[in-house]
């Protein structure tokens, strides 16, 4: 059997079991070029002499006969090759060592998955302990700092009441004061004061005891002094129906007050109302003198 007999034998095999070039191409991944040149016996045309034998026994396996019995019907035909070369350089050698570096490979990654799972393991329980101390580090300092908040909150607070209180009593006292003045008469006759000239006047009928003056704003901020036998005895600014009291010496015997708006002034002394000139005028300022007499 010569070499063309070979591949028509090859052609006529493949046409029984009913497969195109494309299927035994597909099944050697042998090229369709060569593939049709072994069955038109046109050997020279492969890549050399060692090719034919392993491109004819892959071609045989494709149809699934057994490669040893066609071989020995027509070893006598097929082009020597050293064994050596073939061996190295046939498909099936190829194929083989293809395989055992797959198989290398998904052995190494078997070998050390379990290494790599056990690294991952350690990390996540070493991750999971430092959140676990760190958050049972962390609730002492939160719970100091509440104490500390709950501290500062309860001085805030005793701070707030003892101002509170300050406040109250020094608005009961004013309050107390102001009860006072009213309460009494006055227009009893018991003091006298009368105007002696253009914002001048007279205070007599002086007692033992030390004078009261009893500063009032009405409706409005005003801005009010007084000086006592030329030193300043009291100032500042009230705001809208407030009361001062300021308390005047016995031998007190000039008294001046200024007022930045005698439209809101109200002045009571030992609880008598001082009259005021001009009382209506909103928004002008007075200067008042005041000459007690023994």
Do not use: C
């Not at 020995?72 to 073939?86: I, N, R, S």
């Not at 760190?134 to 609730?139: E, G, P, T, W």
């Not at 801005?223 to 300021?246: C, D, I, K, P, R």
């Amino acid at each position: 059997m010569d070499m063309n007999e070979i591949g028509q034998r090859l052609h006529d095999l493949r046409v029984e079991k009913g497969l195109s070039i494309d299927d035994i191409q597909a099944r050697t991944k042998i090229q369709k070029r060569y593939l049709i040149n072994i069955e038109q016996g046109e050997f020279d045309q492969l890549p050399g002499e060692f090719y034919v034998r392993a491109f004819i026994k892959q071609y045989i396996q494709a149809l699934g006969y057994d490669s040893k019995e066609f071989f020995a019907t027509v070893e006598k035909d097929l082009p020597e090759t050293k064994p050596d070369t073939y061996v190295e350089n046939s498909i099936d050698n190829k194929s083989d060592e293809v395989k055992r570096t797959t198989n290398n490979k998904k052995g190494m990654w078997k070998n050390y998955l379990p290494h790599i799972l056990t690294t991952l393991a350690i990390i996540i329980v070493l991750a999971l302990v430092v959140f676990i101390f760190s958050r049972v580090f962390a609730k002492p300092a939160s719970s100091n700092n509440g104490d500390n908040q709950v501290i500062m909150t309860s001085r805030s607070q005793s701070e707030s009441s003892s101002e509170s209180q300050i406040s109250s009593s020094s608005e009961s006292q004013l309050i107390s004061s102001e009860s006072s003045v009213s309460s009494s008469s006055i227009s009893s006759g018991s003091y006298g004061i009368k105007l002696s000239g253009a914002n001048q006047y007279t205070a007599s009928k002086l007692t033992e005891a030390a004078h009261s003056l009893v500063l009032k704003s009405k409706g409005q901020a005003v801005w009010l002094g007084v000086t006592v036998n030329g030193s300043m005895t009291w100032q500042g600014t009230l705001s809208a129906n407030q009361s001062q009291v300021v308390s005047l010496p016995q031998n007190a015997t000039t008294m001046v007050i200024n007022s930045g708006n005698i439209g809101t002034t109200q002045l009571i002394l030992n609880n008598q109302e001082v009259p005021l000139e001009n009382a209506d005028q909103l928004g002008m300022t007075r200067q008042l003198t005041v000459n007690f007499e023994g």
